[in-house]
């Protein structure tokens, strides 16, 4: 039987942003990130206090482009961390109970939540 991805398993899987910014670099460049400016699949390092990844060149890429992420200020793990809610509840999860959850307004709460019926 395949175990149940727990809370205590959220924790230490996404255990801050930066983890959660990594594992959206994963996803997105699963070869490498390619630098449009050297014309190659190249090392990018992590910009410091940005979620930006910098080549070496100084080419600039940000893996929340594109992303439900993108322009966002709320921190990514509440946002991994809603998501883990709304998949593992059962009945479903409202903005009301995002928003207890996560420590954040209503109108957050709100946005996070449409995000879930929006596709890009």
Same mark, same amino acid.
């Given at each position: 039987?395949?175990?149940?991805?727990?809370?205590?398993?959220?924790?230490? =899987?996404? &255990?801050?942003?930066?983890? !959660?910014?990594?594992?959206?670099?994963?996803?997105?460049?699963?070869?490498? +990130? /390619?630098? #449009?400016?050297?014309?190659?699949?190249?090392?990018?390092?992590?910009? =410091?206090? &940005?979620?930006?990844?910098? !080549?070496?060149?100084?080419?600039?890429?940000?893996?929340?482009?594109?992303? +439900? /992420?993108? #322009?966002?200020?709320?921190?990514?793990?509440?946002?991994?961390?809603?998501?883990?809610?709304?998949?593992?509840?059962?009945?479903?999860?409202?903005?009301?109970?995002?928003?207890?959850?996560?420590?954040?307004?209503?109108?957050?709460?709100?946005?996070?939540?449409?995000?879930?019926?929006?596709?890009?």
């Amino acid at each position: 039987m395949k175990d149940k991805f727990s809370l205590g398993g959220f924790l230490k =899987k996404y &255990r801050n942003d930066e983890v !959660c910014l990594e594992y959206l670099v994963k996803i997105k460049h699963p070869s490498g +990130i /390619f630098c #449009k400016k050297c014309q190659k699949i190249t090392n990018f390092t992590k910009v =410091k206090d &940005r979620p930006v990844y910098q !080549c070496s060149c100084g080419y600039q890429i940000s893996p929340l482009s594109g992303t +439900i /992420f993108e #322009k966002t200020t709320t921190p990514l793990q509440y946002w991994f961390y809603a998501i883990f809610i709304m998949s593992v509840t059962r009945s479903g999860v409202s903005a009301k109970q995002l928003q207890r959850e996560l420590g954040v307004t209503y109108k957050t709460a709100w946005r996070i939540f449409k995000m879930k019926y929006q596709r890009k």
